[in-house]
């Protein structure tokens, strides 16, 4: 089992920028990759980043492409979201996940095993 606890969310003008940890604990041998998603109400969850372990490579969704950035400190075991120029669509509820196996698909949410319980990002116009 792994355990992951997200923080750092909150309320933040449009413009602002937030910064999410996601602490990985337990059974974190075998991580893959690890992803944020959000889901905003009534939305299905959706794919925000990836990084994978290893090698740090990283991935994002068009929509934030630019403006977000994904890291992990392996010692750690933890990873960031470095949220910046943050407008009113980017209101949800950020998951982090850690896949461990296959890497086929990062952007589903089907690829990741263990999930967080979520921290609510509110972006104010």
């Known amino acids: 089992q792994v355990q992951l606890v997200e923080s750092g969310g909150g309320l933040v003008q449009a413009g602002g920028s937030l910064r999410l940890s996601c602490a990985a604990s337990?059974?974190?041998?075998?991580?893959?990759?690890m992803g944020w998603f959000r889901q905003a109400p009534g939305k299905e969850r959706q794919f925000v980043a990836a990084?994978?372990?290893?090698?740090?490579?990283?991935y994002y969704a068009d929509s934030v492409k630019g403006r977000y950035t994904i890291s992990r400190d392996n010692a750690k075991k933890t990873v960031y979201l470095q949220m910046n120029t943050l407008k009113p669509e980017d209101t949800a509820v950020y998951y982090c996940?850690?896949?461990?196996?296959?890497?086929?698909?990062?952007?589903?949410?089907?690829?990741?095993?263990?999930w967080g319980q979520g921290t609510q990002v509110t972006v104010s116009s």
């Open positions: 996940a850690a896949a461990q196996g296959g890497l086929g698909a990062l952007r589903s949410v089907n690829n990741y095993d263990y």
């Open positions: 337990g059974r974190t041998s075998s991580t893959s990759a």
């Open positions: 990084v994978l372990w290893n090698s740090g490579s990283t």
